[in-house]
C-alpha cells in the first residue's frame, strides 16, 4: 500500500496528494541550476575584474632584457607602490622592498583585506592581539608597510639573509617556505618600483566608478604621506609643495631632497611608476618624464617617446589628474 495512503488510514486524517509530480520535480532542478550557473557567471567576472583577468585593467611589468613579464590588478599595483614608497622614504634597499613585496604576496596577495586567521588583517596580516597595532592602523597601507619594516631592520643583516628566513623572522608564519615562489616577481616589481628599471611598468586605462577627479591636491597629499616632506620643493612658506596648480603636479627630481644629482634620473622614474600604480586611484590622466609620456585614454600603447620641451623639463617629473 502506498504509504501516505497507510499513515492517513491508520491516523484517520485526509490522504494527501504527492507534493510534486516528478516531471514537475524536474522542471525545478533545472530551473535551480540555471540560476546557480548564472550566479556563479556573475561572480566569475566580477572576479575577473578585480583581480585582473582577462579584459580586465591590469598592470604589466616587462623589464628590458626580461623575457618573462608580471601582471597584477591597478589595486595590487598601487599597495605595491606605496610599500616601496614607503622603503624609500626611510632610505631602505631595494632587498628590503623585495621582501616586504613577497611576503605581502603571499599574506594577501597585494591586497588590504580585512579578514584572514584569527584576527590577522592588511597587506602583511598582521595580529592586533600580537601588539601590531589596531585594526584601524593595520589597515592603513602606509602603517602596516612601516610597521613591517621596522621590525625587518632589527633584523641582523637580513639583506644578505635568504628571502624566506628575512621574512619568517618578522612574520612567524606557519608556512615559511611560501614565500619563496614569489620572490622572482617581487624582484620584478621592485626593479619597475624603484625606478632601476626605467618605464618597466605600465596599465591600462581604469576608471573609478564615480568618475569623480582627485585633483593635484590629493596627488600632492599621497606623495608626501608615502615618500615623506622631502618628495617636494620647499617654498617660501615652508611647506612642501609642488610646483603648478589646478589638475597638474610638477615634482623638481633634483630637488625631492632624497638622492644625489647623479641618481636623479632613476629617483625621477621612482616617481614617475609611483604615479602609474596609483593612477586608477587619484584618476591620473598623464605622466610625463624624460621624453617618455604616458596618457589614460591611449594606455593601450604604454609609455611613448615625447621629446623633452627643455632640459629643465627632462629634470620634472609631471603629472596630470583628471579635471
Keep these: 500500500m502506498d504509504p501516505t495512503l497507510s499513515a492517513a488510514l491508520q491516523y484517520g486524517g485526509p490522504v494527501s496528494a504527492q507534493p510534486s509530480s516528478p516531471r514537475r520535480r524536474a522542471r525545478l532542478w533545472r530551473a535551480a541550476a540555471a540560476v546557480a550557473v548564472l550566479i556563479g557567471l556573475a561572480g566569475y567576472l566580477v572576479v575577473q575584474y578585480v583581480t585582473g583577468g582577462p579584459g580586465a585593467p591590469q598592470c604589466t611589468v616587462r623589464a628590458e632584457g626580461d623575457a618573462k613579464e608580471y601582471e597584477l590588478s591597478p589595486e595590487q599595483a598601487a599597495n605595491a607602490a606605496t610599500i616601496s614608497a614607503v622603503a624609500s622614504s626611510r632610505g631602505l634597499s631595494e632587498r628590503a622592498v623585495t621582501i616586504a613585496l613577497a611576503t605581502a604576496m603571499q599574506e594577501s596577495g597585494l591586497r588590504n583585506i580585512d579578514f584572514g586567521d584569527r584576527d590577522s588583517v592588511g597587506l602583511f596580516q598582521q595580529?592586533?592581539?600580537?601588539?601590531?597595532?589596531?585594526?584601524?592602523?593595520?589597515?592603513?597601507?602606509?602603517?602596516?608597510?612601516?610597521?613591517?619594516y621596522r621590525h625587518l631592520a632589527k633584523v641582523p643583516g637580513y639583506s644578505r639573509l635568504p628571502l624566506t628566513v628575512a621574512a619568517q623572522k618578522v612574520q612567524r608564519s606557519g608556512y615559511p617556505q611560501a614565500y619563496a615562489k614569489h620572490e622572482a616577481n617581487a624582484a620584478r616589481l621592485t626593479g619597475a618600483l624603484s625606478g632601476r628599471d626605467r618605464d618597466a611598468m605600465t596599465c591600462t586605462e581604469s576608471r573609478p566608478v564615480d568618475g569623480q577627479a582627485s585633483g593635484a591636491a590629493a596627488v600632492r597629499e599621497r606623495l608626501v604621506r608615502e615618500f615623506g616632506a622631502g618628495v617636494l620643493p620647499r617654498t617660501g612658506d615652508g611647506k612642501g609643495r609642488a610646483a603648478g596648480g589646478g589638475s597638474g603636479v610638477t615634482i623638481p627630481v633634483r630637488q625631492s631632497g632624497a638622492v644625489g644629482a647623479g641618481d636623479a634620473e632613476r629617483r625621477g622614474w621612482e616617481l614617475a611608476m609611483w604615479a602609474m600604480a596609483h593612477s586608477a586611484e587619484l584618476r591620473i590622466e598623464q605622466i610625463s618624464y624624460a621624453g617618455r609620456m604616458w596618457q589614460a585614454d591611449d594606455a593601450g600603447k604604454g609609455w611613448q617617446r615625447k621629446p623633452a620641451d627643455s632640459a629643465v623639463a627632462a629634470q620634472h617629473v609631471r603629472i596630470v589628474t583628471a579635471q
Excluded: K, N
Design 127 to 148: 595580529r592586533p592581539s600580537q601588539d601590531w597595532g589596531t585594526v584601524q592602523q593595520i589597515m592603513d597601507p602606509v602603517y602596516s608597510a612601516g610597521e613591517f
